[in-house]
């Protein structure tokens, strides 16, 4: 079994800042790509950052230079940064992992975490 726990969200004012974790844990052979996405009810979850086992990483268009992704291997934990908070960053945010188990990799999911910008 593998679990995606995430934890971090909450309420930030507009200009705030929160962070973002996303914990692996289980019987894990290896971690491939890493992603942070929102959904806002009625819309498509979206992208919002990625990064690699190797450390490549990209960025939505809306959130550059605002949000930072990062991982730590050796934990296997993924962080997302997020500054200079907007209202329309408000939305569930979920973690995703594509992970190897058994010689056969798959996307993994965790159960999302809230995130509201409100003054």
């Known amino acids: 079994q593998v679990q995606l726990v995430e934890s971090g969200g909450g309420l930030a004012q507009p200009g705030g800042s929160l962070r973002l974790s996303c914990a692996a844990s289980?019987?894990?052979?290896?971690?491939?790509?890493m992603g942070w996405y929102r959904q806002a009810p009625g819309n498509q979850r979206e992208l919002v950052a990625s990064i690699s086992s190797g450390g490549k990483i990209n960025y939505a268009d809306s959130v550059k230079g605002r949000f930072t992704i990062s991982r730590d291997n050796a934990k296997n934990t993924m962080y997302l940064q997020m500054n200079s908070l907007k209202p329309e960053d408000t939305t569930v945010y979920y973690c995703?992992?594509?992970?190897?188990?058994?010689?056969?990799?798959?996307?993994?999911w965790g159960q999302g975490t809230q995130v509201t910008v409100s003054s």
């Open positions: 995703c992992a594509d992970i190897v188990r058994s010689m056969i990799e798959s996307r993994y």
């Open positions: 289980g019987s894990i052979w290896k971690i491939n790509d």
